[in-house]
């Protein structure tokens, strides 16, 4: 095969751990505590820990996928796999609607925050020239190469991490343990709703699996990064949660929580650091987004799923040079570019979350389809986890809102629309 039809492995091990780091850790850590605090007081660091699990469960489900299908697409891959070319185009349509609706969104939370410093920034021409400079930047680092790509994302998680570390090292040295509160159990009703907060803080995990044909040995790779990357950040989230409450407790705080608690800690430098930290947390999340979300256009083109002329000739070209999907970044790019300048990116957004949710359940299916069809059988546990992951995946989406299913149902009509006239011209 020629270059034109080849990426290059260029993630390892930490390049697979901090793109599932990145894709978690965004704009939400910087929000979540107070309305975790609110909902469920005390007891709200340990509903990380118990529903972070059962999480996991889903996790290791895409992390089994990653075993069997290496190729570049990630759920894409799968749904081809499991139930062929129709489901498959669904998939990328509406999880590539998702996640593009996530970067144009993230990029206004960047600009808020940043506004917090520059306040130019964030109205007027100001904010139309600050997107059209974020969108440029991040088409060119990841058309740049992969390599770069990975670099800037190694260095970006280095600084988001560091400030949370110092915040929950010098935060747990202040407190006085001795006058902590007891941990009252919420009610069943009160549970759920903090569970469904919490679920939606992982999402976005499975930025990994997207770039299995980057990675090096994804067979063991990218399960080992899943599963450690997903505790330790369940584990990190709890210990940010304990934190806050112990701190700031119920109460509101004039600015972004985790700001709030900075400037509790160490003042107003600790405020100001929290913010920039704020800025560059989803400037992580973005990066990685680009990063695995170009590739979806990429695989659905090498799988013919979109035909020839717009497929195999634009968006599943490679650049000869920097070996990346060129054309699928630049495509994607300027569609979050145009969303988020437009603000059309709210009315996707509204089926954002469920659209993922959806596509968890269908990979996990997929997962349950594949070991039904192993010569061997295994083992009592890994054939109840999908079970007990196609379970989270119906419960989570059993709690989305009428017009989230809505607004999904129509995608779904106008992918299969797309999907009836590029099968229609292939034919033809």
Not at 352 to 381: E, G
């Amino acid at each position: 095969m020629t270059r034109n039809s080849l990426l290059t492995k260029g993630i390892g091990g930490i390049g697979a751990a901090l793109l599932v780091l990145n894709g978690l850790i965004g704009a939400g850590i910087f929000a979540l505590p107070a309305k975790m605090a609110a909902e469920l007081g005390a007891f709200s660091p340990y509903i990380f820990l118990i529903f972070g699990a059962l999480m996991l469960t889903i996790v290791w489900c895409f992390g089994q996928l990653a075993v069997f299908y290496q190729e570049t697409g990630g759920p894409v891959i799968y749904a081809r796999k499991g139930f062929g070319n129709a489901a498959a185009f669904q998939t990328g349509f509406v999880y590539y609607l998702a996640r593009a609706t996530a970067i144009a969104a993230n990029m206004h939370v960047l600009l808020l925050y940043a506004g917090y410093l520059w306040p130019e920034i964030n109205a007027g021409m100001g904010k139309s020239l600050a997107i059209i400079a974020l969108t440029s930047l991040l088409i060119f680092v990841n058309i740049v190469g992969l390599k770069a790509a990975m670099r800037s994302l190694d260095t970006i998680s280095v600084l988001k991490l560091l400030p949370f570390v110092a915040l929950i090292g010098v935060g747990y040295w202040q407190l006085d343990f001795s006058t902590a509160s007891p941990v009252v159990t919420p009610t069943l009703d009160t549970i759920s709703a903090g569970a469904l907060i919490t679920l939606y803080a992982f999402i976005g995990f499975e930025t990994v699996v997207v770039t299995s044909g980057e990675t090096n040995s994804p067979k063991k790779t990218i399960p080992k990064a899943l599963m450690l990357t997903v505790s330790g950040i369940a584990l990190f989230y709890f210990c940010v949660q304990w934190l806050y409450w112990h701190t700031l407790g119920a109460a509101t705080p004039d600015s972004a929580p985790l700001i709030a608690l900075a400037n509790i800690i160490f003042g107003e430098t600790g405020a100001l650091i929290m913010t920039l930290t704020a800025v560059v947390s989803v400037a992580g999340n973005l990066l990685a987004n680009m990063i695995s979300t170009s590739r979806l256009t990429y695989s659905m083109a090498r799988q013919s799923l979109i035909p020839n002329t717009l497929g195999k000739h634009w968006l599943g070209k490679v650049h000869n040079e920097f070996a990346t999907p060129y054309i699928s970044v630049l495509v994607l790019g300027v569609f979050a570019g145009v969303m988020a300048l437009s603000g059309s990116f709210v009315w996707l957004a509204i089926s954002s979350v469920l659209a993922r949710l959806v596509v968890y359940a269908v990979c996990v299916v997929v997962l349950m389809k594949a070991q039904h069809q192993l010569t061997y059988t295994p083992n009592i546990v890994k054939r109840a986890v999908p079970f007990i992951a196609l379970a989270v995946c119906i419960w989570s989406i059993s709690q989305s809102a009428t017009n989230a299913w809505l607004f999904l149902v129509g995608e779904l009509v106008i992918g299969a629309a797309l999907y009836w006239l590029f099968t229609r011209n292939a034919k033809d």
